[in-house]
């Protein structure tokens, strides 16, 4: 899926060009770590925005390998960018929707359902977040970065909601939507047609070529009843694409959309 353009915003931190991509992940194992205050203004000249509270952004860039677990009252995570992931799936949502009843006026419910679920899909988000640099600023710990978790799309996407959250609980809805509507251009003006369901779209993409139809699997199920997370896997022709979400449906529409980037790339 296509992105919007790197930020023509400029910004020199710490001797790096910030020129809407950030020092890489290798620069960041050589150098022992981006410093905290590199990584801050490396954020803010991504997201456009001067931040009052600098604390939000840290902990949007913190990943859960990174943070202060199991202390004492906070519980395990506490720290990490996991709260403001919530709240920027929220805003993200609430600013997508804007977005297209403003931008495809006669399109009804599900046209606009359809594309909303692509543009905060997964995959979508993980892209972002690698085309502005998002992935090199994250505060990540030294195993798991040697692990490979800077490039893992479900760590991407929460970044982008995390940072996401982080810049509407400071800047508030407007310095939010000017983000969004900066970041997500491209791949808002691609949509010509509203997208197929993901599911739909696989499995015509199967029968097409004569293929078995796609296989899911639910390979674990976490969390108490009332927020369950569901991880399902999809295989097509070999390859196989894995969802998370909070439903069994949801979780299968990301693996569908994530397996179909796959194929088609």
Same mark, same amino acid.
């Given at each position: 899926m296509a992105v919007a353009d790197p930020n023509p915003l400029v910004a020199t931190v710490l001797g790096h060009q %910030?020129? &809407?991509?950030?020092?890489s992940p290798q620069?960041?194992?050589q150098s022992g770590g981006t410093d905290d205050t590199a990584a801050l203004a490396g954020a803010e000249a991504i997201l456009g925005h001067r931040f009052s509270r600098p604390e939000l952004l840290r902990e949007a860039l913190t990943h859960r390998s990174a943070a202060s677990v199991g202390r004492q009252g906070r519980g395990k995570g506490a720290g990490s960018n996991e709260r403001l992931e919530f709240v920027g799936d929220r805003v993200l949502g %609430?600013?997508?929707a804007e977005w297209l009843a403003d931008r495809f006026p006669h399109e009804q419910e599900g046209a606009l359902g359809r594309r909303l679920a692509h543009l905060v899909s997964q995959p979508v988000l993980a892209a972002i977040a690698e085309h502005a640099g998002l992935d090199a600023l994250l505060d990540v710990a030294p195993g798991e970065s040697r692990a490979g978790v800077r490039r893992r799309a479900t760590v991407l996407a929460d970044a982008t909601e995390a940072t996401l959250g982080a810049l509407y609980l400071d800047g508030g809805l407007v310095a939010a939507r000017r983000f969004v509507r900066r970041a997500w251009e491209r791949a808002m003006?691609?949509?010509a047609d509203p997208p197929k369901d993901a599911k739909t779209g696989l499995q015509e993409w199967a029968q097409g070529r004569g293929m078995p139809l796609p296989e899911y699997k639910v390979e674990s199920r976490q969390g108490p009843s009332h927020a369950p997370?569901?991880?399902?896997? #999809?295989? #097509?022709?070999g390859k196989t694409g894995? &969802?998370?979400a909070g439903s069994k449906r949801a979780a299968e529409q990301e693996a569908a959309e994530t397996l179909l980037g796959m194929l088609k790339s």
């Open positions: %910030l020129t &809407g991509r950030s020092p620069a960041h194992e %609430l600013l997508m003006t691609d949509q997370v569901f991880v399902i896997s #999809v295989t #097509v022709s894995t &969802g998370t």
